[in-house]
C-alpha cells in the first residue's frame, strides 16, 4: 500500500481527495484515518486540518445514519497522531487514545439510536432465553438497560481503538517507508510502557471501579495490549526467528482468551524487567 501513501503525500489536494473518498464508501472508513494520521504525522495539525476535515464530512454523515465508528476513528487516530508526533512515544499516544475511548463511552457516543432499549426488546421476542435471563436480572435489582448500554458501548468503544490504534501503525509505517525506511520496525519493537505510565493505568482503573467510571476499566488495559504484542515482535525480531511465528501467534491471540491473558502478564512485568535490552545485551 506503499504506492498509495507516496500519491497521497504529493500534495494537500492529493490527501483531501483520498481521504474524502475512503471516509465516504462504507468499511473504508480506515483508509481515511490512516492517510490523515499519516499527513499529520509528517506535517502536523495545522498543516493536515484539511485533510482531517475531509476525512471527517463523510464519516459525520455516517454517524447521522447511525453510524459512529468511522468519525470516532478519525478523532481518535488524529488525536494519537498528535501526541505521537509531539511525544514520540507511542505508550503516552496509546493512553491518551484509551483516555478518549473512555470519554466517548461515558458520553453514550456508541448507543443506537433510541438507546439500548429497542435492542433489548427485539432480542426479548426473538428468544425466550434472554428474555428469561434478562427477567433474572431484573428481580436482582439490575437495571438491563444499563447494563445493555454499557455492554454495547464498552464493546464498539473497544473495537474502534483497536481499529484506531491500527490505522495509526499503518499510517507510522507508511511514514517509515517513505521518508525513514526501517523506522518504523525499531520504533515498535521498542514500545514499552514505562513504570509510572504502567502505574498511572492501573490507577484509571481502580478510579473507574470507585467512581462508578467502568468504561476507563474496559480501555485501559489496551495500551499494555499493545505493549506485550510489541514485545512479542520484539522478541522474535532480535531472534530472528521466521515469520510463521508471528501468524502463529497472532492467530492463538485472536483466538483465545488465556493468550491475551499471558500477553498482558508480559506486558505488566516487561515494564519493570525490560527483557528486550537483557537479551540485547546478552546475545
Sequence with gaps: MLPIARWMMRGTPHAVGGAAVASLIPWLFWLGAAIAALVTLRRGLSAALPVIIAAALPAGWWWTQGDAIPLASILLVTLMAVVLRSRMRWSEALIAGALAGAAMIQLGVFLPPGGAGPM?????????????????????????????????????????????????????????????????????????????????????GVVGMVLGIPALGLLSWVPLLVSGIALVHGFIGLKGMNGLWLVAFYVLLITTWPMILIVLLLAFIDSFADFRARLARSD
Excluded at 436480572?137 to 438491563?144: H, K, N, Y
Excluded at 499503518?170 to 519493537?189: D, S, V
Design 120 to 204: 433489548l426488546e427485539q432480542l426479548r421476542q426473538g428468544s425466550t432465553e434472554i428474555d428469561g435471563m434478562l427477567r433474572e436480572l431484573a428481580a436482582q435489582g439490575m437495571d438491563t438497560e444499563q447494563l445493555a448500554a454499557l455492554l454495547i458501548s464498552g464493546v464498539t468503544g473497544l473495537i474502534v481503538l483497536l481499529a484506531a490504534v491500527a490505522c495509526l501503525a499503518l499510517a507510522r509505517g507508511w511514514q517509515a517507508g517513505l521518508y525513514n525506511p526501517g523506522g518504523f520496525r525499531g520504533e515498535f519493537h521498542g514500545l514499552r510502557l514505562a513504570p509510572r505510565e504502567l502505574a498511572l493505568l492501573v490507577a484509571l
